[in-house]
């Protein structure tokens, strides 16, 4: 069974920073590709970031502040994101798909994880 955990969300104020993890189970991330998503209130789900095995790929909107990167001795992917505005509060999900697929947001929604809160305020 695949499971993957979210940790590390939190409350900053802008221009914070977190690393939001992601742990997997039942399934070896290093043949995966990774995405982050995120959801604020009302609005759609929208894709962040994504890594797999020959690629990354970032949303336009947060170039230059979010890193993902994978530790694959841990089996976790994580999302460094710095210089946090307020526009960037939502719960933040990750997920994958594959195994050997390249970055693209329907290419890693195989499995979810459960999401971690982030909120950024003043």
């Known amino acids: 069974q695949v499971q993957l955990v979210e940790s590390g969300g939190g409350s900053v104020q802008p221009g914070g920073s977190l690393r939001l993890s992601c742990v997997a189970s039942?399934?070896?991330?290093?043949?995966?590709?990774i995405g982050w998503f995120r959801q604020a209130p009302g609005k759609e789900r929208e894709g962040v970031s994504c890594?797999?095995?020959?690629?990354?790929y970032y949303a336009d909107s947060v170039k230059g502040r979010f890193t993902i990167s994978r530790d694959n001795a841990k089996n976790t992917v994580f999302l460094q994101m710095n210089n946090l505005k307020p526009e960037d509060t939502a719960v933040y999900s990750c997920?994958?798909?594959?195994?050997?697929?390249?970055?693209?947001?329907?290419?890693?929604?195989?499995?979810w994880g459960q999401g971690t809160q982030v909120t950024v305020s003043s």
């Open positions: 997920s994958a798909g594959g195994p050997f697929r390249l970055c693209g947001w329907d290419n890693v929604m195989d499995y």
């Open positions: 039942g399934v070896t991330l290093e043949h995966y590709a």
């Open positions: 890594i797999s095995t020959n690629d990354n």
